[in-house]
C-alpha cells in the first residue's frame, strides 16, 4: 500500500516536473489552450487526481494511526483496553492530586505514584493491592485529604490495573 501511495507521489512529480521543462505555468497555460480536448480531458483529470490524494492520503493516515497510539503507554508498556479505561478514569479524577508519568500528571498534593508504587513495590499484584487499597480507603494521614470510594467496582479495578502497569516506567 505504501510502496503504490509513494510511486504515485513520484509519478505527480515528475509530471509537476514536465510542466515545467514546457515553460512554466505560462507554458502549461499556453499548452492547455492550444491542446485538443482530450488533452485538456487529462490535465483536468491530473489536477482533480492530485486533489483526491492530497486529500485522501492525511485522511488514511489519522484514521489507521489513532488505534495504535490508544495502546501505547510510557516506557513501551502497551495497554490493554482495561488499562486504557483506567488511564482515562486517572485522568479524571486522579491525575489533579497525583503525579505519574503514564497519564502525564504533574499534580503536587498526593504521592508521587511513579515513586510510591512504582519503584517502592516490587511485584505488580502489589502495586494493584496498594492502589486499589487507597481507592477503596481512601488517605488521611490525619488531614482526610484523598476521600474513599473515588470509584468502585470494574472502574477501580481499571485504574488499579492501570497505575500498576506504567507506575515507574
Request: with cysteine.
Amino acid at each position: 500500500m505504501i510502496i503504490i501511495l509513494v510511486l504515485l507521489w513520484v509519478l505527480l512529480g515528475l509530471a509537476v516536473f514536465f510542466i515545467g521543462m514546457r515553460g512554466g505555468p505560462a507554458g502549461a497555460r499556453q499548452t492547455l489552450h492550444t491542446e485538443s480536448n482530450a488533452g485538456q480531458r487529462i490535465v483536468t483529470l491530473g489536477v482533480l487526481v492530485l486533489v483526491a490524494f492530497g486529500l485522501a492520503v492525511p485522511t488514511l493516515v489519522l484514521a489507521f494511526n489513532g488505534q495504535d497510539k490508544a495502546s501505547a503507554g510510557v516506557g513501551g508498556v502497551h495497554l490493554n483496553a482495561e488499562e486504557q479505561k483506567g488511564r482515562d478514569l486517572f485522568a479524571h479524577a486522579c491525575a489533579v492530586c497525583h503525579t505519574l508519568s503514564g497519564a502525564k500528571a504533574v499534580g503536587q498534593i498526593g504521592p508521587n505514584l511513579d515513586v510510591r508504587v512504582g519503584e517502592d513495590i516490587s511485584t505488580p499484584a502489589g502495586r494493584k493491592a496498594l492502589v486499589l487499597s487507597a481507592i477503596e480507603e481512601g488517605r488521611a494521614r490525619g488531614l482526610g485529604q484523598m476521600p474513599a470510594q473515588l470509584y468502585q467496582g470494574k472502574e477501580a479495578q481499571a485504574v488499579a490495573n492501570f497505575v500498576s502497569a506504567v507506575a515507574g516506567h
